[in-house]
């Protein structure tokens, strides 16, 4: 395994920015997500415009996987509405599963791209899809 | 000086013969399970191939033999621990069916209404939850006794909260994730003082420190093989006869009985009342071999020897500013488990770091969220030693910590 194929300047900068992690005024919706093994435990927030995801955030704490997954997926999610929210959670979870591999297809999943590599650490899959699982808790 | 030479004794670990992540494999997981040596892999293969049969059913060869071979198994377990008796000496799966045994047999039987049942809030899940069952279906207390802030339980705490409403304690030797060795002779005294009866979680201290379970006057001691170099699927609960004997049966069903009529049942005598169905012979087997080969090298040299590992870590651990210690200084209170945190980052990162430096740790929250809840803290690393880590392990772990925040693009 290869350390830098993990954590990626991309996936550094996600961690440590914290521009996503912040709490919103009135959210219309709030789900927790929750990796009972390893502590990972972050609050998904959701300003709705009838089915446009207008604003999104999150709190909580966890790894450098799963903060920066959350983040990466709340820059992607921000102005799509639900349904194309969760093509990109099907997306993403298909990636991380390795049933997605075309490149042109990935690309729509911008900066989470970069997770892709974590399919190959089973111990850490889970820290890396927990928010989308989150997302799809929170809208479905 | 130690009677043993832990670079010698390694080379009994087949499992040491391999690299990870190209560099050689630093096992500091033991806490979680412990590695085999040949002495106990060649054991169970010998019964395999040679004595395998259901044991206590058959009068045919095999069948005799395996139950030699079980009972011998049991034999040594009671050496090990000192108890009166094989009659005090239940096989079970692990610590936690020991818990769940106790709990359901004892507790449902002889806990009442409003009685309080004492543990201490560092305790394992499986500490925990069996004792939340009893409380909640008899209507009774279930207390905590809290912890300092080098992780130990002040007498005064022990004072106000064993009392004569309280009817069981139930009380880790040593935690596994401070590493604290808890006063258990203490809170014993007390406990019998005041008419309750302690179950001791021998699972983090029985294959580091001598246990005698007769000079501590414990009334249950529970502990798993898996965690001294037995296989997984093997444990022990100690109970003291007299207790044993009033309590009913928990599993029910072939070899645990005496007469089976249509519509009732009488049991069999200890040990065997508390062991229905077919038992894990080989993992007994294996438990006798591990106990053969921790006795070969000696309990007090072990305790010994792990101090001086962790006062060797902790020495160099306590010079990094970023690394913080949970659990005693006073290394007379604590055995060979380490947990710590590295500022600013996830302890999961931490671990799949060492990991690629070839050292396995532990994260998370260690099967004890109510300790994590009141240290304030989400998850630790935990580093924890057995005889068969030396000084150059230790070293490599230090040298992984110190490249652990560069990865997460932190200065140092």
């Known amino acids: 395994m290869d350390l830098n194929s993990i954590y990626t300047q991309l996936i550094m900068e996600h961690n440590k920015s914290g521009h996503n992690k912040r709490a919103l005024c009135n959210p219309d919706v709030c789900e927790r997500g929750h990796n009972p093994s390893c502590g990972d435990d972050i609050t998904l927030e959701l300003k709705l415009n009838g089915n446009i995801i ?15 997954s959350t983040s990466m997926m709340i820059d992607l999610i921000k102005g799509k509405t639900v349904d194309e929210a969760l093509e990109m959670v099907e997306k993403f979870l298909g990636m991380i599963k390795k049933e997605i591999t075309d490149e042109k297809e990935l690309e729509k999943l911008g900066d989470s791209i970069v997770l892709q590599n974590i399919s190959n650490m089973p111990a850490r899959v889970k820290c890396a899809v927990l928010s989308w699982h989150t997302l799809k808790e929170a809208v479905s | 000086m130690l009677n043993f030479d832990p670079e010698k004794l390694k080379k009994d670990f087949p499992i040491f013969n391999q690299e990870i992540n190209g560099r050689p494999l630093i096992y500091l997981d033991n806490g979680a399970t412990t590695q085999k040596p040949n002495q106990v892999i060649n054991e169970i293969r010998r019964y395999n191939e040679t004595s395998h049969g259901n044991p206590h059913r058959g009068a045919h060869q095999l069948s005799i033999r395996a139950t030699e071979e079980y009972d011998n198994a049991k034999e040594k377990v009671k050496s090990f621990i000192n108890a009166k008796s ?61 912890l300092d802030e080098e992780g130990r339980i002040p007498i005064d705490e022990i ?120 038992q894990n012979v080989e993992g007994a087997i294996g438990l006798g071999a591990a106990i053969d080969y921790l006795q070969s090298v000696g309990l007090n040299e072990i305790e010994k020897y792990e101090k001086f590992l962790v006062e060797y870590a902790l020495n160099k651990i306590l010079d990094i500013p970023y690394v913080n210690i949970q659990g005693p200084k006073d290394l007379s209170m604590r055995g060979g488990i380490i947990s710590f945190t590295i500022d600013d980052v996830h302890p999961h990162d931490i671990s799949t770091i060492l990991d690629s430096y070839g050292v396995a740790v532990r994260a998370g929250h260690h099967c004890a969220q109510p300790l994590m809840r009141y240290l304030e803290l989400p998850a630790t690393a935990r580093a924890s030693f057995y005889l068969y880590n030396t000084k150059e392990d230790i070293d490599q772990f230090i040298e992984g910590i110190k490249n652990v925040r560069k990865w997460l693009g932190y200065g140092s």
């Not at chain 2, 507790?107 to 209404?113: C, H, N, T, V, Y």
């Not at chain 2, 009685?115 to 500490?127: L, M, Q």
């Not at chain 2, 009392?163 to 994730?177: G, P, Q």
């Not at chain 2, 001294?228 to 004997?245: C, D, F, N, R, W």
């Open chain 2, 86 to 146: 094989i009659e005090e000496i239940i096989f079970t799966r692990n610590t936690t069916e020991s818990l769940n045994l106790i709990a359901y047999s004892y507790g449902m039987e002889f806990i009442k209404e409003n009685d309080e049942i004492v543990i201490a809030i560092s305790e394992h899940h499986s500490n925990i939850i069996p004792w939340q069952k009893v409380a909640k279906d008899k209507n009774a207390i279930l207390k905590y006794m809290y």
């Open chain 2, 159 to 278: 004072e106000s909260k064993i009392t004569s409403k309280t009817k069981l304690v139930s009380i880790a030797h040593m935690s596994n994730v401070l590493g604290t060795i808890h006063p258990i002779r203490e809170i014993i005294e007390r406990a019998h003082e005041l008419g309750a009866v302690v179950v001791v979680d021998g699972a983090q201290s029985t294959p580091h420190i001598k246990v005698d379970v007769q000079d501590l006057n414990a009334d249950f001691y529970v502990f798993s093989g898996h965690k001294m170099l037995a296989p997984m699927g093997i444990g022990v609960l100690y109970g003291k006869k007299e207790l044993l004997e009033n309590m009913p049966p928990f599993l029910t069903g072939g070899d645990m009985i005496e007469y089976v009529y249509e519509q009732d049942a009488t049991f069999a005598p200890l040990p065997f009342k508390f062991e229905a169905g077919t």
């Open chain 1, 54 to 68: 207008e604003d999104a955030s999150f709190e909580g704490v966890g790894c450098a996987i799963s903060q920066a």
